[in-house]
């Protein structure tokens, strides 16, 4: 017998359209089987979190150059100053539209 799981973007087929602190981005299942981004998730499950280094790498292989070139824009304030919590903000948003269930 098998345990039966929860459904997550990692067990979809097909791209998931995720909005944080207003920024649209579109996420290709295949960015999940990349093993990049599973060390990146387990460093920071193991407590590298604030490594500012491992999340600006997370986001620009999340997303991808362009899209995360455009959501560092879309982020930034009317000055052009781009706050850290706001980048934080939105990658917190980003994890909780990837796994709900988290």
Known sequence: ?????TPTVFDQ?????IT?????????PAVFD???????????QDGDNTSPQ?????????LGRDQYERAMR???EEDGHLP???VTEFLTGL??????NS
């Open 74 to 76: 879309e982020l930034e």
């Open 84 to 86: 850290v919590s706001r």
């Open 20 to 28: 944080s602190c207003g920024v649209k981005v579109t996420l290709s």
């Open 13 to 17: 087929d097909k791209p998931k359209t």
């Open 54 to 62: 491992l999340l600006v790498r997370f986001l620009r292989t999340l």
């Open 34 to 44: 990349d093993w990049r981004i599973v060390e990146m998730i387990a460093d920071m």
């Open 1 to 5: 017998m098998t345990a039966k799981q």
């Open 95 to 100: 994890m909780a539209g990837i796994d709900p």
